[in-house]
């Protein structure tokens, strides 16, 4: 199956400071991808989709200004937490289709994120 | 708001009995349906999809879909200790890219 790469896997940041995180598809051109965020024992909520070479989207209730996505490339997207703060504390996990038209969302392993 | 439910459990089950895990979802316009496998700490795994209504079979997993109740589950045979991890069902919003996730179903498979 497709791989997706992300990075950093695990980060602890202080209070105010502002965090990237890296997702990159390996193997295949992804023109989207979504960036999830999931709380303990809690499900996967989207926070926004990334669309190649323009704005991306984001989910009601996301600050875009707090989360700032780029996808400048076909094969890249990042996801910038800015002035974190201990409520930002989550699981961000990013994930892409392999295909246009193919249904399959394939996951990054994930970044577990702490805010001192 | 559209939903996915799921009973978070947990739900223990013997090596080798019949684990079987149920998701209820709010869009009738939902046309695409997943589960997926997340151990803890990672990331989700996808196990299975399925797009029509009836039986999907995939070695040791079955999953089912009912859209007239609105109603997907998956059947996982001969349970494994291995297979100890959450379920999470994944719904394709109708008309979007979306997927919406339950909140999973903690599996225990005893040995």
């Known amino acids: 199956g497709a791989v997706v790469s992300q990075h950093p896997s695990w980060v602890i940041c202080k209070s105010g400071t502002s965090v990237k995180i890296e997702c990159r598809s390996l193997d295949f051109q992804a023109t989207t991808m979504f960036w999830y965020r999931q709380f303990p024992k809690q499900s996967l909520m989207l926070m926004a989709t990334s669309n190649e070479g323009s704005k991306a989207t984001y989910e009601q209730g996301v600050e875009k200004d707090k989360f700032l996505i780029n996808h400048a490339s076909l094969t890249l997207s990042t996801l910038t937490v800015t002035s974190a703060h201990p409520e930002d504390s989550s699981f961000y996990i990013c994930?892409?289709?392999?295909?246009?038209?193919?249904?399959?969302?394939?996951f990054g392993s994930g970044t577990q994120l702490s805010v001192l | 708001q559209k939903e996915v439910e799921q009973n978070s459990g947990p739900l223990s089950v013997p090596e080798g009995a019949i684990a079987s895990l149920n998701c209820t979802y709010s869009d009738r316009g939902s046309q695409s349906f997943f589960w997926y496998r997340q151990y803890s700490g990672k990331s989700p795994e996808l196990i299975m999809s399925?797009?029509?209504?009836g039986d999907k079979e995939d070695g040791r997993f079955t999953a089912q879909l009912n859209k007239a109740s609105q109603y997907v589950s998956l059947l996982i045979r001969d349970s494994q200790p291995s297979d100890s991890a959450t379920y999470l069902c994944a719904v394709r919003e109708g008309g979007s890219e979306k997927l919406v996730f339950g909140k999973g179903t903690k599996l225990t498979v005893n040995p």
């Open positions: 994930s892409a289709r392999d295909g246009a038209g193919n249904e399959k969302l394939f």
């Open positions: 399925i797009y029509s209504n």
